[in-house]
């Protein structure tokens, strides 16, 4: 599986992003698409992640209510829609996939984007 996240960039506070992750070599088996962070000097760590299979959503609590995770099959295009942005969400965001179900540890997914940049500003 080969993944390549776009779409980061310089956003003020309140402000809004969306994130793509083109997805090629996918296969039936690779059903689980996540999006995680890494903070300057943090570790890695879970935002959302969808099953591809039925579109089910997973957030993490600091997210949730603010980002949604979606899906274009037809395109094979993942998505991470990001509004109300805050510093905090100031990170390298990456996509990533593995099969079976939804983990938050990055150490269970075995495919990974390059990343992409979100700078929130205030």
């Known amino acids: 599986v080969q993944l390549q996240a776009s779409g980061g960039g310089l956003v003020q506070v309140g402000g809004s992003l969306r994130l793509s992750c083109a997805i090629s070599?996918?296969?039936?088996?690779?059903?689980?698409m996540g999006w995680f962070r890494q903070a300057p000097g943090k570790e890695r760590e879970f935002v959302a992640a969808i099953n591809w299979d039925d579109a089910t959503p997973y957030y993490t609590v600091s997210v949730k209510g603010r980002f949604t995770v979606s899906r274009d099959n037809s395109r094979n295009i993942l998505y991470l829609k990001m509004n109300s942005l805050k510093p905090e969400d100031t990170a390298v965001y990456y996509c990533?996939?593995?099969?079976?179900?939804?983990?938050?540890?990055?150490?269970?997914?075995?495919?990974w984007g390059q990343g992409t940049l979100v700078t929130v500003s205030s």
């Open positions: 990533a996939a593995r099969r079976g179900t939804v983990v938050v540890g990055p150490s269970d997914y075995g495919y």
């Open positions: 070599g996918r296969t039936v088996g690779d059903n689980i």
